[in-house]
């Protein structure tokens, strides 16, 4: 059983470029969720997918930033214009719904850290 | 809207100790409760949840965490601190109005030998 996998795990971009990051889940989970986190602070809510519909996203995630997860498994996140504010490390995070899904476990790959210049 | 607070920013204990590592939370309705943590460069391991049930709760790595309904808290604990157990520790609480998870700024532990 393989772990959430994320790649890559470094990206370093100038500022005004775009960037794609990449989330495998957990085969069989049904839900993929994606975090970022700032230096100093826990991991902030960014979107969620059950399956491929996007069921929620955050205040934070502005119209630079897209996620798809179109076949229901892997998931991208894409960064248009990049801001040196966007420096942080993303996490994705997979989970297998039951019940009314509040008791599943969300298990976090390594992330993806990004440095805008 | 849920909330946790990690009331100390960082613990110090010494090798062989009991640890306890702080969590208080705000939520409307029961919670959803868990623990992970985060070594140096890595994403997050999950440690424990509390969903219902017992109060005390145990998990990965000799990690246990209490309930305490009347008091909001879910406290980390272990009988014996190690130094491995060095580490950043989140606590974090199940959005109700979704499936998010919403977390504290995260508690450093340092266990010295």
């Known amino acids: 059983d393989t772990g959430v996998s994320q790649d890559p795990r470094h990206k370093i971009t100038k500022r005004g470029q775009n960037v794609t990051f990449r989330c495998d889940p957990i085969?069989?989970?049904?839900?993929l969720y994606w975090y970022r986190q700032t230096l100093g602070q826990g991991p902030e809510f960014l979107t969620y997918?059950?399956?491929?519909?996007?069921?929620?996203k955050s205040r934070l995630l502005s119209d630079r930033f897209s996620a798809e997860r179109p076949k229901g498994s892997f998931s991208t996140l894409e960064i248009q214009r990049t801001e040196q504010g966007d420096s942080a490390m993303y996490l994705c995070?997979?989970?297998?719904?039951?019940?009314?899904?509040?008791?599943?476990?969300?298990?976090f790959g390594p992330g993806t850290r990004l440095t805008v210049l | 809207a849920q909330s946790v607070a990690q009331p100390e920013d960082q613990v110090n204990v010494a090798e062989g100790n009991p640890l306890t590592v702080k969590c208080t939370y705000s939520?409307?309705?029961?919670?959803?409760l868990f623990w992970y943590v985060q070594y140096p460069n890595r994403g997050l391991q999950f440690l424990l949840k509390y969903i219902t049930g017992d109060n005390l709760v145990k998990g990965s790595y000799g990690f246990e965490a209490e309930f305490n309904k009347s008091q909001t808290s879910f406290h980390l604990k272990k009988p014996s601190a190690l130094v491995s157990d060095s580490a950043l520790y989140f606590c974090a609480v199940r959005d109700l109005g979704g499936n998010k998870l919403v977390f504290g700024a995260g508690t450093i532990l340092r266990v010295k030998s």
């Open positions: 997918f059950q399956n491929e519909a996007q069921l929620e």
């Open positions: 939520v409307s309705g029961n919670p959803y």
């Open positions: 995070a997979s989970s297998l719904a039951s019940g009314t899904g509040k008791e599943d476990t969300q298990y």
């Open positions: 085969s069989e989970h049904n839900r």
